[in-house]
């Protein structure tokens, strides 16, 4: 048994067990940056995303894989959307950030994509060959500018290529996306907690772009399975203090080269980043689960391995036994186009009002985006295959849903009734901070997985698989509100075992790993917004 067991089992009891270093208090005077900067590396700027034909935005938020291929204004427009700054936000609201939010120094710059704590740790990667028309080499994404800053000139694509292996994907392209965290910049809040927040922000990115993707009919492959010691050293990574998490390859609009670009194993990115921070800190626990998670890196999962776990395991608590149905009306339409949706979402922190109920069309269509997203189109995992994640809903405030405990039959949309009555007290009580009025929220969804039965059938790098599906589907559900114009908040900060208990899952082997919050706000809020570009 890998230590990926023991790190899950201590993230769910974190509440009542702290997670060491139990004292550990954040140095905010001392916070690392959102990114890296590199001061003395040349810059370009990207496309801002314009130019793209709002024409191609009509394919919907969760449609049919495309076929189409990569330009560089539809890489810009994909970086911009999801990772790149869009606006600043100001909002009366119950984060405890508030006081700080109108200095400029703390200001609230709003993303796409959404991020555990909003620390948006991911580094983005492009390794370019020849079929592009800038120069081959490493650049990297600078979010705040939207530029890219070349870390390193000439073709190491094949480099890339040989550490992915025999993905299918990365055959006949030069164009790569590759995603890294340094650790310190999500560690620095959440200590040894980090590397569970960080796989599931590579979950969210992947799950933005993989929407974005489809909406102009492109499709993305993920690769989480390669060579990342090779990966790392390309990038000039330390393995102590960096992660390599996934690896995109991008289908270019152009003609490759007759000859792939060869192996260049003594290539190497020797720019180092100025770190902001005074002092940098490691953490045993965060160091020992990543060393498991990047053992045998390469070692990817056989066709329908995971497959094989996942139908061993039981029906869903309360799906199992007969039990009062209601169905759901259809999903309500989301026709917003996918660049507005992302670029008005945002998270509602504690503005519920259960005085106006939820169009039960509208839970409907937030389910139905937590499915769609529940398969990563990932190297681990089966097109078409049994989905790691199944789906509970505490209902407070649904016209026309009793208020009580359901599980969510997925194959007939149906709420199965497991507990009825008022949940309000339950999941206040069971959340730990202050920013979030559970019991207003129209309902909760919960969305589980078996992250043991994952690492007992793919190995501790499963774990980065897991969380990444969580983190995929809690942007589904975040896009969706946003296209249907009602509230969303997202949270780590409850009680897994409360939780656990409550649904039936203890003997199951089955996490909460987060619970999602939809529902309406209170009228007439105070708001500030400021885009930088038009939505």
Request: net charge negative; charged share 20%.
């Amino acid at each position: 048994m890998g230590y990926a067991h023991e790190y899950a089992t201590a993230v769910m009891r974190r509440a009542r067990i702290p997670m060491e270093p139990a004292d550990f208090v954040p140095d905010w005077a001392d916070r690392p940056r959102k990114g890296k900067f590199f001061p003395d590396a040349p810059s370009f700027p990207l496309p801002d995303g314009g130019c793209v034909d709002e024409a191609t935005l009509d394919r919907g938020l969760f449609g049919q894989r495309g076929t189409g291929a990569f330009t560089l204004p539809l890489l810009g427009a994909m970086l911009r959307d999801s990772y790149g700054l869009t606006g600043r936000r100001l909002a009366v609201q119950a984060n405890s950030d508030l006081g700080s939010l109108p200095f400029h120094t703390h200001a609230n710059w709003s993303r796409g994509t959404s991020s555990g704590g909003g620390l948006y740790p991911i580094g983005i990667h492009w390794i370019s060959g020849a079929s592009d028309p800038l120069t081959p080499g490493v650049y990297y994404y600078d979010t705040p500018h939207h530029r890219l800053t070349r870390l390193l000139s000439g073709d190491v694509t094949g480099e890339v290529r040989d550490a992915l292996g025999d993905l299918t994907e990365a055959a006949g392209t030069d164009q790569f996306l590759v995603l890294g965290v340094t650790f310190w910049q999500n560690a620095f809040k959440y200590n040894s907690f980090c590397y569970h927040a960080i796989t599931m922000d590579i979950g969210a990115l992947l799950g933005t772009w993989g929407m974005w993707a489809r909406a102009h009919g492109l499709h993305l492959g993920n690769a989480l399975w390669f060579d990342e010691p090779r990966l790392g050293r390309l990038l000039g990574l330390a393995p102590e203090e960096d992660g390599v998490f996934a690896v995109v390859p991008l289908r270019w609009d152009g003609a490759a080269p007759a000859e792939p670009a060869p192996p260049t194993p003594d290539a190497r990115v020797d720019l180092v980043p100025h770190e902001r921070s005074r002092r940098v800190l490691t953490f045993p626990t965060l160091r020992r689960i990543h060393e498991a998670t990047a053992e045998g890196a390469a070692d990817r999962p056989a066709p329908g391995t995971l497959d094989a776990a996942l139908a061993e395991r039981d029906a869903p608590a309360g799906l199992d036994r007969p039990a009062e149905r209601i169905p759901l009306p259809a999903p309500a339409p989301l026709d917003t186009p996918v660049r507005r949706a992302l670029r008005q979402r945002r998270s509602s922190f504690g503005r519920f009002t259960g005085l106006r109920p939820l169009d039960p069309a509208l839970l409907s269509a937030s389910l139905a985006a937590a499915v769609a997203a529940s398969t990563l189109d990932s190297d681990g995992e089966t097109p078409g295959g049994t989905p790691i994640t199944r789906f509970y809903v505490f209902v407070n405030h649904v016209s026309g849903v009793p208020a009580g405990l359901y599980a969510y039959d997925q194959d007939t949309r149906e709420l199965a009734l497991m507990k009825g009555g008022d949940f309000g007290a339950f999941l206040q009580d069971n959340y730990f901070l202050a920013n979030y009025n559970l019991e207003q929220a129209a309902a909760v969804l919960v969305p589980v997985a078996p992250t043991h039965a994952v690492l007992d059938a793919v190995g501790d790098r499963g774990y980065r698989l897991v969380n990444a599906v969580i983190g995929a589907t809690a942007q589904a559900v975040y896009t969706a509100a946003s296209a249907a114009d009602i509230a969303c908040g997202v949270a780590l900060g409850f009680d897994c075992v409360s939780y656990a208990e409550e649904i039936g899952l203890t003997e199951r082997g089955e996490i909460p790993l987060l619970i999602m919050m939809i529902g309406n706000e209170r009228l007439r809020p105070a708001d500030y917004r400021y885009d930088i570009v038009a939505p």
